[in-house]
Nanobody, 117 residues
């Protein structure tokens, strides 16, 4: 079992920055991939970014060049640095843990990110 606790969401103006954090209750080095998904009202949940325990990253096209995912296995934490935020980034952001490489097994409770234009 893995518990994920997110923090760092909030309200920011367009063009601003936010950093999300997600702390895992289990040694993150044993988790294949950790990532961030988001869900806007009326839309499906979508992958934003993910990082494997080997350091390989994957980003949605819509956030490439603006968001950076980083993983600190010593702290069992994954971060999402979001820069140049746009109104279309407004969503609930969820942290995920993929233990064996077959897709997310665990989810955080979600943190709201609102970007005002």
């Amino acid at each position: 079992q893995v518990q994920l606790v997110e923090s760092g969401g909030g309200l920011v103006q367009a063009g601003g920055s936010l950093r999300l954090s997600c702390a895992a209750s289990r040694r993150s080095v044993s988790i294949y991939a950790m990532g961030w998904y988001r869900q806007a009202p009326g839309k499906q949940r979508e992958l934003v970014a993910s990082v494997t325990n080997g350091g390989s990253t994957n980003y949605a096209d819509s956030v490439k060049g603006r968001f950076t995912i980083a993983r600190d296995n010593a702290e069992n934490t994954v971060y999402l640095q979001m820069d140049s935020l746009k109104s279309e980034d407004t969503a609930v952001y969820y942290c995920s843990a993929d233990v064996a490489g077959w897709g997310p097994d665990y989810w955080g409770q979600g943190t709201q990110v609102t970007v005002s234009s």
